[in-house]
C-alpha cells in the first residue's frame, strides 16, 4: 500500500485576494480571467505611483540637503569675513602640527566672559560649573539601581523555614521560566 489519499488545498493569489484550487486548470482559468487581470494592472498602477512618489521624495531631501549646505556655506564665509579672514580655516598655523592642544588661548575675563587672543569677545558665555550640580558623575547610576530608596535598618530580618522554602521554589521556578525562554533568545524578558 504504497498509495494515500493527500488533499490539494488551496492556493492564494495575492492579486486579487482569493483562494482558488490548487490544481494547473483552476491555475490557468483564473490567471486567464478579466478580473485578475484588471486586478494586476491596478497593482503594477499602484506600484508606478509609490515608486515615483518615493523618488520624488528622495529628490526633495537631496535638494533640501543642498540648500541647508549653501546656506551653511554662506554662513561659515560670512564668519570668516567678520573675523577678518579669507578662505578655508583649518585652525592650524602653518608650519605647526596637529596637537591636542588648543590652538588659541581663551581667557576669561571678569564678567565670565571669554576672550580671544587675535580679537573680540568668544560668541558665548564660558561655563565652568556642570549643567547639573545634582549628577557628579555622567553615567552614574541611579539611585534606584543602587537601592537607595530601600531604607536598612541594620537589622537582621529572621527568616521561618516556610519562608526559606517559598523563596527557594520562587528562584528556582524563575530559573526554569528562564531556561524555557532561552529559545526565543531575549526577544523579551519577564521577571
Known amino acids: 500500500m504504497t498509495e494515500y489519499w493527500v488533499s490539494q488545498g488551496n492556493k492564494w493569489c495575492d492579486f486579487c485576494k482569493i483562494y482558488i484550487s490548487n490544481n494547473p486548470l483552476s491555475i490557468r482559468t483564473h490567471e486567464l480571467g478579466q478580473r485578475h487581470k484588471d486586478n494586476v494592472t491596478k497593482r503594477l498602477a499602484t506600484m508606478r505611483k509609490e515608486s515615483a512618489a518615493k523618488d520624488k521624495q528622495l529628490k526633495a531631501a537631496a535638494r533640501a540637503l ?4 549653501a546656506k551653511a556655506k554662506q554662513s561659515y564665509q560670512k564668519d570668516l569675513a ?8 583649518t585652525g592650524l598655523e602653518p608650519n605647526k602640527k596637529n596637537t591636542d592642544e588648543p590652538q588659541c588661548l581663551s581667557v576669561t575675563k571678569s564678567d565670565g ?3 580671544n587672543s587675535k580679537g573680540g569677545p568668544a560668541p558665548g558665555r564660558v561655563v565652568s560649573t556642570l549643567l547639573n550640580p545634582t549628577r557628579a558623575v555622567k553615567g552614574a547610576p541611579s539611585s534606584i539601581a543602587v537601592n537607595k530608596r530601600k531604607r536598612d535598618d541594620g537589622k537582621v530580618k529572621v527568616i521561618t523555614k516556610e519562608e526559606a522554602e517559598a523563596l527557594k521554589a520562587k528562584e528556582d521556578a524563575r530559573k526554569r521560566m528562564e531556561e524555557r525562554e532561552k529559545p526565543f533568545m531575549g526577544l523579551y524578558k519577564s521577571y
Open 66 to 69: 543642498k540648500d541647508i549646505e
Open 82 to 89: 567678520s573675523l577678518g579672514r579669507t578662505g578655508p580655516f
Open 113 to 115: 566672559m571669554a576672550s
